[in-house]
């Protein structure tokens, strides 16, 4: 009963988020076409002003990729994981979510090739990729195209964000879907 509900309120949140904001823009008199291409208007300089930053990023995710540094992190934490019951096979991804969000996309779309996306590891690497960020990709693009250098305690509690979502998923995806 509780999947049944989650699926079909998970099947109608966006639509009707996107429906409300329909409505209240409607309301109040907002011309939705006309923002929408002032709004396209102004994301392409900043899309310009942040390349740099985003190429620099995507070297440097290549080289932990091809290094190996990932797959020996996983196993110092094999014995972790066993303790907690955490499928090891969504690690990998709760590791790059923090640094790129194409990387971890590639690697949800393999955890789904590869379970299934109905069996509880598609959907907690589903959920991870849904309630977690790209805080390291977030820090570099957008603080460095505004030339914000401290920072402080943005990344602890970003990271520690990620670290919530992730638990939070493998929790509610056991209690909901296993």
């Known amino acids: 009963m509780l ?23 409607y309301q109040k008199k907002v011309a939705v076409f006309d923002t929408f ?35 020996l992190l996983l196993g110092l934490l094999m014995p972790l994981l066993t303790v907690f019951n955490i499928p090891p096979e969504i690690v990998p991804l ?30 907690i690497a589903s959920t991870m990729q849904g309630s977690t960020d790209t805080t390291l990709f977030v820090l570099t693009l957008y603080f460095g195209s505004v030339g914000i250098r401290q920072t402080r305690h943005v990344l602890p509690v970003g990271l520690f964000a990620d670290l919530a979502g992730f638990i939070a998923a493998v929790i509610v995806c056991k209690l909901v879907f296993a």
């Open 3 to 25: 999947q049944v509900s989650v699926t079909t309120f998970a099947a109608w949140i966006i639509p009707l988020f996107l429906l409300t904001g329909l409505v209240c823009a």
């Open 94 to 123: 709760a590791l790059m979510r923090p640094l790129s969000g194409s990387g971890s996309l590639a690697l949800t779309t393999e955890i789904l090739q590869t379970s299934g996306p109905d069996s509880l590891i598609g959907r």
């Open 37 to 71: 291409v002032d709004g396209a208007k102004e994301g392409f300089p900043t899309f310009v002003r942040l390349i740099p930053f985003l190429v620099a990023m995507l070297v440097a995710i290549g080289v932990l990729r091809a290094s190996g540094a990932l797959e």
